[in-house]
Nanobody
Framework: QVQLVESGGGLVQPGGSLKLSCVAS????????MSWVRQPPGRDLEWVAL????????DYSMSVKGRFTVSRDNAKNTLYLHMNNVKSDDSAVYYC?????RGQGTQVTVSS
């Protein structure tokens, strides 16, 4: 059974940084590409970033490119999202995803 558990969210000031983590279990983590998606309040789910199985290839949405970095540690079955220079528009519930499967999410609120 696939389990994805996100953590690391919280309140952060504009221009600040935050690191999200996602611990995966129930499948061969190192064999699968993974994604981060987010859902801002009152809006649809939107894709943020993806990383391939060995971590060598990544891609980002235009809204976060240059500010966010996705990485993974396959030995720890953990996916990360490093968020830098955050903006109010980054406020959302963030989910890690394996295909269409997501965890419970972690709330990120950007506010002064």
């Amino acid at each position: 059974q696939v389990q994805l558990v996100e953590s690391g969210g919280g309140l952060v000031q504009p221009g600040g940084s935050l690191k999200l983590s996602c611990v995966a279990s129930g499948f061969d983590f190192g064999s699968h590409g993974m994604s981060w998606v987010r859902q801002p309040p009152g809006r649809d789910l939107e894709w943020v970033a993806l990383i391939n199985s060995d971590g060598r290839n990544t891609d980002y949405s235009m809204s976060v490119k240059g500010r966010f970095t996705v990485s993974r540690d396959n030995a720890k079955n953990t996916l990360y999202l490093h968020m830098n220079n955050v903006k109010s528009d980054d406020s959302a519930v963030y989910y890690c995803a394996k295909g269409s499967q997501r965890g419970q999410g972690t709330q990120v609120t950007v506010s002064s």
